[in-house]
């Protein structure tokens, strides 16, 4: 790959990644409250965000194009885990609005890696962006050394700004800024997950239709 490639490459992928959407509202939702939990959700996230670039090195795109009936069902799934979520976080904060003992608080942090992991792949649309970026930048023929460069390059960048993150928004400052706020953050967090649910379900009503 030449260094105009690798520029556009990382470029293209470290606006996709700093854009606010599932992955960073829920590290601020735990940075908020406790470091480890969202450093641990940060690696989480990038061990999702590894499968779907792996996935799209290997090819597995286009094997879901072939199949858009598997792509549709994991869509269907992924849209559930975060209407799922987004009703937890929104219970979440107006219990803590009503100073009442949010059980669910307790039980995010309890397994946040596995929770990062759950929320970066609950968007199966990941695969088609990589398989996407790939197919513009990766040359057809490019060698396996190549491949694992650039799985091993996004996932680095990808690790960095997230840690970065998870580190920022669970520092004291942060904290002693944004504490208080920590139930509206829930119901944005909440609100944000149930919209993109929302909108996956769309897409795929429409696609619908237009097989119909």
């Known amino acids: 790959m030449t260094a105009v490639a690798w520029t556009t490459l990382l470029v293209t992928f470290a606006i996709a990644i700093v854009v606010p959407g599932p992955d960073t509202f829920l590290l601020l939702r735990l940075g908020v409250r406790e470091r480890r939990a969202a450093m641990l959700a940060a690696g989480g996230i990038m061990v999702g965000n590894t499968i779907w670039t792996t996935a799209s090195v290997l090819g597995l795109a286009a094997l879901m194009r072939a199949f858009p009936a598997a792509l549709g069902a994991l869509q269907l799934l ?94 004291r400052g942060f904290q002693r800024w944004f504490g208080r706020a920590t139930p509206y953050i829930d119901l944005l967090a909440g609100i944000v997950f149930i919209l993109v649910a929302g909108v996956i379900l769309a897409e795929l009503a429409l696609a619908a239709m237009h097989a119909a």
Do not use: C, Y
């Not at 992924?78 to 307790?106: C, D, H, K, P």
């Not at 996407?132 to 996932?155: E, M």
């Open 78 to 171: 992924g849209s559930a885990v975060l209407i799922w979520m987004g009703v937890q976080s929104i219970r979440s904060g107006i219990g803590t609005l009503r100073e009442t003992a949010a059980t669910f608080t307790a039980r995010v942090t309890d397994h946040p890696l596995r929770l990062g992991m759950i929320t970066n792949l609950s968007n199966p649309k990941a695969l088609l962006f990589f398989a996407a970026l790939f197919s513009q930048i990766l040359p057809p023929d490019a060698g396996w050394l190549d491949r694992l460069a650039v799985v091993l390059a996004l996932t680095s960048v990808g690790l960095a700004w997230f840690l970065a993150f998870a580190w920022l928004t669970s520092s």
